[in-house]
């Protein structure tokens, strides 16, 4: 149980080009969702939380209008990076849970994303 | 603000020697998670810790919680290569604006050689 689908798994694009992200809790309601940005030989750094229905909560630094998060059902959110500049490629990864506090988080694959 | 230090950063065995990674966080977390990542591969959780005293073993890992020295470590019995990969430790944000979210630590890469 407690699935998390994150598609795509790689995309490559140019300089310039928006690009959408995908993740979806496959066997739960997900209340809240996170999205992590990893660089290589890095750990995983919050991007943004987001909760169903309401505006994401972007972690300082984080442009918003950059990373657009759209959470609009129980069981899918969205990120976009606009306007993608290769400084933008990294492996983004986001996770689930549950709304209570206590509950795990349970992570998708992944996107590794390169911008040309 | 949660802080989570790992150490070491880099740690390369013999297969079949024994070692500890460390976890120190500097407040209040109820929660310690550890996690595998395998390279270009997502998280995959490995233990929950969640109170002090907790152990939890599973094949050659076992992870452990000392919530008062607010310390967890995750020790290694006889190496094998498969066991190479980065770990990360992470502890539940209990309070203030951080609450409900994990900090990560930076992740030791463990090699396992012949």
């Known amino acids: 149980g407690a699935v998390v689908s994150q598609h795509p798994s790689w995309v490559i694009c140019k300089s310039g080009t928006s690009v959408k992200i995908e993740c979806r809790s496959l066997?739960?309601?997900?209340?809240?969702m996170f999205w992590y940005r990893q660089f290589p030989k890095q750990s995983l750094m919050l991007m943004a939380t987001?909760?169903?229905?309401?505006?994401?909560?972007?972690e300082q630094g984080v442009e918003k209008d950059k990373f657009l998060i759209n959470h609009a059902s129980l069981t899918l959110s969205t990120l976009t990076v606009t306007s993608a500049h290769p400084e933008d490629s990294s492996f983004y990864i986001c996770?689930?849970?549950?709304?209570?506090?206590?509950?795990?988080?349970?992570f998708g694959d992944g996107t590794r994303l390169s911008i040309l | 603000e949660l802080k989570v230090e790992q150490n070491p950063l880099f740690l390369s065995m013999q297969e079949g020697k024994n070692y500890t990674i460390y976890c120190n966080y500097s407040?209040?977390?109820?929660?310690l998670y550890w996690y595998r990542q395998d390279p270009g591969k997502s998280l995959e959780s490995l233990f929950v810790?969640?109170?002090?005293?907790a152990v939890k073993q599973e094949g050659r890992l076992m992870a452990s919680l000392d919530t008062k020295a607010r310390l967890s470590t995750l020790h290694i019995t006889a190496a094998v290569h498969d066991l190479s990969a980065t770990y990360f430790c992470?502890?539940?944000?209990?309070?203030?604006?951080?609450?409900?979210?994990?900090?990560f630590g930076q992740g030791t890469i463990l090699t396992v050689h012949p």
């Open positions: 407040t209040t977390s109820d929660r």
């Open positions: 996770s689930a849970k549950l709304g209570l506090w206590a509950q795990p988080q349970h």
């Open positions: 992470a502890a539940l944000n209990a309070g203030g604006t951080s609450y409900g979210k994990l900090t």
């Open positions: 987001s909760n169903e229905g309401s505006k994401a909560t972007y």
């Open positions: 066997d739960f309601q997900a209340t809240t």
């Open positions: 810790l969640l109170s002090n005293g």
